[in-house]
């Protein structure tokens, strides 16, 4: 399995993104998804994540409230909506996938906030 991130872009504060991140192979529906974060210089930050069959969700404190994991198992794809986002939010956001000792990050896409 690989995943690939899309979606990433500009946007003003107070805007709206939705990241994808699209996975191949045929085992996606096994994986337990995350999202993280990373600033340059700084520790990758986790900011949500879903079981497999998508019932079960948990959020950092710092984005609860305005971003929403959800996932699509028969496209293969996990998404996080992003809505009023701050100068905050910057960075480069990755997925991540966990199944029994398997650890699959994708290749992240960028989020800049403007303000």
């Known amino acids: 399995v690989q995943f690939v991130e899309s979606g990433g872009g500009l946007v003003q504060s107070g805007g709206s993104l939705r990241l994808s991140c699209a996975a191949s192979?045929?085992?996606?529906?096994?994986?337990?998804m995350s999202w993280y974060r990373q600033i340059p210089g700084k520790e990758r930050e986790w900011v949500a994540a879903?079981?497999?069959?998508?019932?079960?969700?948990n959020y950092a404190d710092s984005v609860k409230g305005r971003f929403t994991i959800s996932r699509d198992n028969y496209k293969k794809t996990v998404y996080l909506q992003m809505n009023s986002l701050k100068p905050d939010d910057t960075a480069v956001y990755y997925c991540?996938?966990?199944?029994?000792?398997?650890?699959?990050w994708g290749q992240g896409t960028q989020v800049t906030v403007s303000s």
């Open positions: 991540k996938g966990n199944w029994l000792s398997y650890t699959i």
């Open positions: 879903i079981s497999n069959t998508g019932d079960i969700t």
């Open positions: 192979g045929s085992t996606f529906s096994n994986y337990r």
